[in-house]
Structure formats: structure tokens, C-alpha cells
């Protein structure tokens, strides 16, 4: 074939390629020797695509054919591939378009008939991040929300669990037990107050609970203001690309996405014992209730459990902990222990080694609990005014319809696999939060990962989330605070010969003067002594270990070692600085105890 070199030539040869992606579903313009056209055909093969391919190399005017490509699309390189007359782009854009499902759509000419290239089910922390990032990328978005209300009838706005029923009623509860410890140490610091001091439940419930309303209509007018559209109705699948929106009404209402995230979270789990739904509250009922608790007991040894429990404590309440195994499953269980000794010095009773049987009322307000020993069998029978369950927390994936959308879920648990992008089974479908198999379940977690999902989607960014060394604290009335591997897991992974734990009790100055805790909070770090002792564990035991935590765990993402602790000055006198000066090693056996300053 002779070179195109006038202007009809030119009109010749576009009308030519024109033809071949007019007339063909799949067009690949190709060179037989490039491995990334050789991976776009390999592509096709598998998924059974029949696609037409011209070898530029092999063909007399290839490079005339390049040319009028470039002119035509823009693209020099090849494969230059076009689906269904769209043109695609090269290897890169196809193979994400096939791990995005957007490829399948252009593959059955669906590509402009859904509603929205978006939408996100679930309005927590981690589903508010993505819709909003989205938007500003200039996706069609939707937010589809609605809180099942739990046994006893509660229910919230939008926001999810952190700010409704998790973190920020937990802290400020949590805050309003610091607070009775602080009046105490005030005397001995010299104030002098005569009146009975107490504390008004119902005070501190209605003011959290304003402070959390006003959170809700801040979402609202956040999505509102990011032209997301916000749909307060329960989400299932019907079809792959297509869900089903009832509203508390009863109505329905269907609406097509080219993607969908799943960001529905999780609920407290009950016991499965006669009673446990018709007496006991959980966690999601505990921020909301109309007055005091009274005598409770707690059944549960979670995070959520000691959290609650202490809080309470600290509010006067009479508390007690039935644990059936283990404290804080999962932390360093050194910490864990220390904390859990802590609450027990200052007035919370467990119950160890036992489970629940049954619950019964005997009157409005009081109620019986028997529960049995995992060890002994001996029955326990006591009297509660309130019984908390804080057991753990199921997925909510098993009403979505996700077998409609042939998603896969983990049967037992209800959690969903997926790859390091937040990529389910299903190519356009998406999960992020506290429903992904073998992730962390923390607020700021879901919230990078919905940011970072959205800017890989429609920004062309490519940083993933970071499920390593995320640091976090348990907000029990000792705060305890930690960055990467507990204990037993750093031993596990590395061997006890290649692992150095440095620790330290401390005083902080503050306990001083009231007396008292002396030498209960606790530093511990674990370096890897096959890696320049770089820290691969930290944990603290004190106060204020959210804002200690948080420092570390920045120095743990630029890989500090013992060595930088070590010649890093300490800001004195603080609780922090004593990571900068730990000495003694857990092998050695030194004594632990500090005095003075």
C-alpha cells in the first residue's frame, strides 16, 4: 500500500480507520512486538472478546496510520484501543477500566444510562469522605442513609456510629468522669468549695446531644453544598448497577450507579440469651438514655466495654464488668491487664470467666442476670437497674442484597474481602470502614481510605490507604494509647531473640499533689533489633494518650529508631518525655519504678 502523503490521501485513511471502529466492537490498533499491546490482546482473549487488530508494524503506511491516530484522538502510542466506536485510550486506561467495571459497560453500551457514577451507601464517616471528594471531582454523587432503629428503639441523624453513638458522645462522656477526678485532686491543689457536689444525667445527655444534632445538620449541609444528593432510605441491590431505596415510609424507589461504595459499618452484637433484646441497652442506646443508668452491669471485655464502664464509674455510678475471657482481644495484653487493674483499684467490679444465661425484669428499672462460670460452672444471680452489652459488633452487609450484585462476603462474619484498592469481587463495586475483612475499624481509617478511594476513581491519583502503624487510643479512665504490633505479635513475627522492649513506669506531675497512681502509668516500646532497633510497637498507659499517641505514631511513619528517641529532648515536665529516656529493657529485669523528676 502506497505512503498517504496528499490531503485526499489523508481524507482517505481517516475515512478508512473511521470505518474499522465504526464497524467493529473492539478496534485495536496495535504493534506486534510491544508487550503493552501484547497484554491489551491477552486481555480480550480472556475475557472472551472478539476485537479486530491492525498491526502497525506489519502493514505498509503504519506510521501514516499513528499519525492520523494522534490526530484523531490524541494518543501516539499504541495500543490505541476503541470500544463500541468510544475510544478508550492505551494499555493503562484499559486495564483500569476493566479493574473499575467500567470496561464491562462500555463493552454493552451501557455507559451514559445510569443515574449517578456514584453512589455510596452508608453515611458515616468513611461514606461522607468519598461522596464529597467525589463530588469535587466532578462526579454525579449519591448518599443513601438510614439507621435501623435498635430493639429499644433508638435512632440518630446522619453522621454513623463516630458521631452519634461512638467517639464523640464516648469522649465527652468520657470527659465528663475526668472532670470528677479533677475536682477531687482541686482540693488538694487548694480550691475550696463547700456545696454537695453531683452530677445531672440528663444535663449531660441533652448537651451532647445538642452538640451531636448540630453535627448532623453540618453533614447535611456539607453534602448539600457539595451537590451530593442525600436520599434518607435503606439500600439493597437488585441488579449489579442497580439498588432499591425504602424509606421509613415504606416507599421505594430505584436508582442506577456506573459505581457503587459500600460504607455501611457496623452494629453491636447481642447475646443471643433470653432477655438480652427486650431488657439489655447496647451501646447505640447508652448516649441516649433519658436518665441515669443506676446500678449496671457491663457484659463485654471490648473497647466499648471498658470505655462505658469506666466512664460511668467515674460518674459515680455502681459499675460491674462481666468478662468472659481476655481484656481489649486483639491489643497488648500487658496493657490491656494494666488498664483493666486500674479500673478495678478505683472502683469498677469484674466478674471474670463468666457468661451470661439469661436476663429477666422483675420490675420496671430492676433487672435479674444469672450467668455461669467458664470455669467452675458455679450460676451467678445479682440485680441490675441497667445491663449494657459490649460484646463485639456485626457487619451490616447481610440485608444489602449483595447477592444480587454477586458480591462476596465472608459467611461468618459478614465482612467483605477486598484488594488493596477497596476493590470487591465486583469490579465496580467498592468497600471502605469497619465492613472490610481484616482491616482496622476506626473512624479516621475509613475516612483516608473514602478520600483516597475517590481520587484513584475519578482523580487519577494513585496513593492507596495505609493499613500499617495507625495509631489509636482506648479511652478507659487510664488512656492507653499505641502505634503498630502488640507484644505477642511483634514476638511472633520476629522471635523473642530479635526483639527489645523497653519500658517504664511513671508518676505524671499532675498526680503528684492529690497522691495518687503513683507509678501506674506505663510506656512501652518494641524495636526490631534486626532493623536498626527501629520501633515497631509503641504503647502508653496515662493521660492524655490520644495527643501522645498521635505525635509517635507521625515517628513511626518516618521509621524512628530507639536511637533518634533516644538524642530527641523531651519537652519536661511531661508524661511523653519518658520516650526519650527509657533505659531499662523488659529482658533485664531492672526495676521500673521512676521518682522525682
Not at 469522605?129 to 471531582?137: I, Q, T, V, Y
Not at 452491669?297 to 475471657?325: H, K, N, P, Q
Request: glycine content about 10%.
Amino acid at each position: 500500500m502506497p505512503p498517504v502523503e496528499n490531503a485526499g490521501g489523508k481524507s482517505e485513511l481517516k475515512s478508512r480507520i473511521q470505518g474499522l471502529i465504526d464497524s467493529n466492537q473492539v478496534m485495536v490498533f496495535s504493534k506486534s512486538y510491544c508487550p503493552f499491546c501484547i497484554k491489551v490482546k491477552d486481555l480480550f482473549r480472556e475475557l472472551k472478546v472478539d476485537c479486530n487488530v491492525v498491526e502497525l508494524d506489519l502493514i505498509d503506511d503504519g506510521t501514516n496510520y499513528q499519525e492520523m491516530l494522534l490526530e484523531m484522538t490524541g494518543q501516539k502510542t499504541v495500543p490505541s484501543v476503541f470500544i463500541n466506536k468510544t475510544h478508550l485510550g492505551g494499555c493503562d486506561k484499559t486495564l483500569q477500566a476493566h479493574k473499575d467495571g467500567s470496561l464491562q459497560q462500555l463493552l454493552s453500551g451501557e455507559s451514559e444510562k445510569y443515574d449517578y457514577d456514584l453512589i455510596v451507601i452508608g453515611g458515616g464517616s468513611g461514606g461522607l469522605a468519598c461522596s464529597k471528594e467525589a463530588a469535587k471531582l466532578g462526579k454525579k454523587v449519591m448518599v443513601v442513609d438510614y439507621v435501623v432503629p435498635t430493639p429499644k428503639g433508638t435512632t440518630w441523624g446522619l453522621g454513623g456510629t463516630c458521631v452519634n453513638v461512638g467517639c464523640i458522645p464516648k469522649k465527652l462522656m468520657h470527659q465528663t468522669a475526668l472532670l470528677s477526678t479533677a475536682m477531687q485532686d482541686a482540693r488538694k491543689f487548694g480550691w475550696e468549695f463547700d456545696e454537695a457536689v453531683k452530677h445531672n444525667w440528663d444535663t449531660m445527655r441533652s448537651a451532647i446531644n445538642n452538640y451531636i444534632g448540630s453535627l448532623n445538620w453540618g453533614y447535611r449541609v456539607a453534602l448539600r453544598d457539595k451537590d451530593v444528593n442525600y436520599v434518607n432510605a435503606y439500600a439493597e441491590f437488585v441488579e449489579p448497577h442497580k439498588i432499591k431505596a425504602t424509606n421509613k415510609k415504606g416507599k421505594e424507589t430505584f436508582y442506577t450507579a456506573a459505581k457503587f461504595v459500600l460504607a455501611t459499618g457496623e452494629r453491636p452484637r447481642y447475646l443471643g440469651v433470653p432477655g438480652d433484646k427486650e431488657y439489655c441497652i447496647t451501646s447505640d442506646d447508652l448516649f441516649y438514655l433519658p436518665h441515669c443508668p443506676g446500678k449496671t452491669l457491663v457484659i463485654g471485655a471490648s473497647y466499648v466495654a471498658l470505655e462505658c464502664g469506666g466512664f460511668l464509674a467515674g460518674l459515680g455510678i455502681d459499675v460491674t464488668v462481666m468478662v468472659r475471657s481476655i481484656l481489649l482481644r486483639g491489643f497488648d495484653q500487658d496493657m490491656a491487664n494494666r488498664a483493666g487493674e486500674h479500673m478495678e483499684e478505683h472502683g469498677v467490679k469484674f466478674l471474670r470467666k463468666y457468661i451470661p444465661v439469661k436476663i429477666e425484669e422483675l420490675e420496671a428499672g430492676r433487672l435479674k442476670v444469672t450467668g455461669k462460670s467458664t470455669d467452675t460452672g458455679e450460676i451467678f444471680e445479682g440485680e441490675f437497674n441497667t445491663v449494657l452489652i459490649a460484646v463485639g459488633r456485626d457487619a451490616c452487609t447481610d440485608k444489602l442484597g449483595l447477592d444480587k450484585a454477586e458480591v462476596k462476603v465472608n459467611p461468618k462474619n459478614g465482612k467483605i474481602p477486598v484488594s488493596d484498592e477497596e476493590q470487591t469481587n465486583v469490579p465496580h463495586i467498592y468497600a471502605i470502614g469497619d465492613i472490610l475483612e481484616g482491616k482496622w475499624e476506626l473512624t479516621p481509617v475509613a475516612i483516608q481510605a473514602g478520600k483516597l478511594l475517590a481520587r484513584r476513581l475519578y482523580g487519577g491519583a494513585t496513593l492507596k490507604c495505609d493499613y500499617v502503624n495507625v495509631p489509636t487510643t482506648v479511652f478507659t479512665p487510664l488512656e492507653y494509647g499505641c502505634c503498630g504490633l502488640s507484644e505477642e505479635r511483634a514476638l511472633e513475627l520476629y522471635g523473642q531473640e530479635n526483639v527489645e522492649i523497653y519500658h517504664s513506669l511513671f508518676w505524671p506531675l499532675e498526680f503528684t499533689v492529690p497522691g495518687r497512681d503513683n507509678n501506674k502509668c506505663y510506656a512501652k516500646i518494641l524495636c526490631n533489633k534486626l532493623d536498626n532497633d527501629r520501633v515497631i510497637g509503641f504503647h502508653y498507659l496515662g493521660p492524655n494518650a490520644g495527643e501522645v499517641t498521635q505525635g509517635f505514631g507521625i515517628a513511626m511513619k518516618c521509621g524512628v529508631t530507639k536511637d533518634q528517641l533516644d538524642v530527641t529532648i523531651g519537652i519536661h515536665p511531661t508524661c511523653a518525655e519518658i520516650f526519650t529516656t527509657m533505659e531499662v529493657t523488659k529482658k533485664s529485669g531492672g526495676s521500673l519504678a521512676m521518682s522525682g523528676c
